[in-house]
């Protein structure tokens, strides 16, 4: 970065904190659990020993405080890859770059950057309730490629093995697979569901539901159920992993995306109440990522 940056671009608010997520460096730590939806922040932070901050803008609720000692944000984003855009990209600002001179700090700062959401199953063997650690990302949504140097996180095997299988469609956004962080994965999901996740750019038609307006591609969901990969299959949809993986790993930090199955599309089958697992899974992560 050889100038410091605009005005324009690096927007912030009126008291210097960046201008979404509303967080200054001294507030963000290094270990970041997101949430897709708001009141979920409470389900994380009700744990901690000791809240120092919090900020509500839009969807954007932040929680920082401690859980054994160690440091913690729960931040919720809100749906989808463009959410997830805004808030990765702030996130990383908070951490490496100087908000008051609009330049790069000269010590790179690593975050922990954990997902907890919800997730439909794309297998029948995975029931609702069950809980799946991302290994593999495919992105169907196109985000990265609206950034440079994309080579250095995407997996081409993954990527191209996707592509030709699915035979897929020239006229919608080409695909993308990022791998998770290898040490997050061991640390915290060692003893979960390992599969490959969908990330779609919308919950209905990209998604394959047909409600009133009929799908383009009406046996996506069959195709994306039967890929495999090093082993894997693809387990499950959601609507903000491809985003975290691509730009977070991009950026320099470690990723890693834990879903609870709420819906499970081959048996048609929905978990209407889900607040109990949940909690459990947050419980779960805190005390594995703070041991």
Same mark, same amino acid.
């Given at each position: 970065? !050889?100038?410091?940056?605009?005005?324009? !671009?690096? *927007?912030?608010?009126?008291?210097?904190?960046?201008?979404?997520?509303?967080?200054?460096?001294?507030?963000?730590?290094?270990?970041?659990?997101?949430?897709?939806?708001?009141?979920?922040? !409470?389900?994380?932070?009700?744990?901690?020993?000791?809240?120092?901050?919090?900020?509500?803008?839009?969807?954007?609720?932040?929680?920082?405080?401690?859980?054994?000692?160690?440091?913690? *944000?729960?931040?919720? *984003?809100?749906?989808?890859?463009?959410?997830?855009?805004?808030?990765?990209?702030?996130?990383?600002?908070?951490?490496?770059?100087?908000?008051?001179?609009?330049?790069?700090?000269?010590?790179?700062?690593?975050?922990?950057?954990?997902?907890?959401?919800?997730?439909?199953?794309?297998?029948?063997?995975?029931?609702?309730?069950?809980?799946?650690?991302?290994?593999?990302?495919?992105?169907?949504?196109?985000?990265?490629?609206?950034?440079?140097?994309?080579?250095?996180?995407?997996?081409?095997?993954?990527?191209?093995?996707?592509?030709?299988?699915?035979?897929?469609?020239?006229?919608?956004?080409?695909?993308?697979?990022?791998?998770?962080?290898?040490?997050?994965?061991?640390?915290?999901?060692?003893?979960?569901?390992?599969?490959?996740?969908? *990330?779609?750019?919308?919950?209905? &038609?990209?998604?394959?539901?047909?409600?009133?307006?009929?799908?383009?591609?009406?046996?996506?969901?069959?195709?994306?159920?039967?890929?495999?990969?090093? &082993?894997?299959?693809?387990?499950?949809?959601?609507?903000?992993?491809?985003?975290?993986?691509?730009?977070?790993?991009?950026?320099?930090?470690?990723?890693?995306?834990?879903?609870?199955?709420?819906?499970?599309?081959?048996?048609?089958?929905?978990?209407?109440?889900?607040?109990?697992?949940?909690?459990?899974?947050?419980?779960?992560?805190?005390?594995?990522?703070?041991?």
């Amino acid at each position: 970065m !050889e100038n410091k940056l605009a005005a324009s !671009e690096l *927007t912030l608010a009126n008291d210097g904190s960046l201008y979404h997520i509303r967080l200054k460096p001294q507030n963000l730590k290094d270990n970041v659990i997101l949430v897709g939806d708001p009141k979920r922040v !409470e389900m994380v932070s009700k744990y901690f020993d000791t809240i120092e901050f919090k900020s509500s803008n839009r969807e954007i609720i932040v929680h920082s405080g401690t859980f054994n000692g160690i440091g913690i *944000t729960a931040l919720s *984003t809100g749906m989808g890859t463009d959410n997830i855009d805004i808030v990765i990209t702030e996130l990383d600002a908070c951490a490496n770059i100087n908000l008051e001179t609009r330049e790069l700090n000269h010590n790179f700062r690593k975050l922990n950057l954990i997902r907890l959401g919800t997730c439909g199953a794309l297998q029948k063997d995975i029931p609702c309730g069950k809980m799946i650690a991302s290994k593999y990302v495919v992105g169907i949504d196109g985000i990265m490629y609206y950034y440079k140097n994309n080579k250095n996180v995407i997996d081409e095997d993954l990527t191209q093995s996707f592509i030709s299988r699915m035979q897929w469609d020239d006229s919608l956004p080409k695909p993308y697979g990022v791998e998770c962080s290898d040490n997050l994965l061991k640390t915290i999901a060692f003893d979960m569901v390992e599969g490959i996740t969908i *990330t779609s750019p919308g919950f209905y &038609g990209p998604q394959g539901r047909q409600i009133r307006l009929p799908v383009a591609f009406d046996d996506i969901n069959d195709k994306i159920s039967d890929f495999s990969f090093n &082993g894997l299959k693809a387990s499950n949809y959601e609507m903000e992993t491809s985003a975290l993986y691509a730009l977070g790993k991009n950026l320099g930090h470690n990723c890693l995306t834990i879903c609870l199955v709420i819906a499970n599309r081959k048996e048609g089958k929905f978990l209407e109440s889900y607040s109990e697992e949940m909690d459990g899974l947050i419980n779960l992560v805190l005390k594995r990522l703070c041991f």
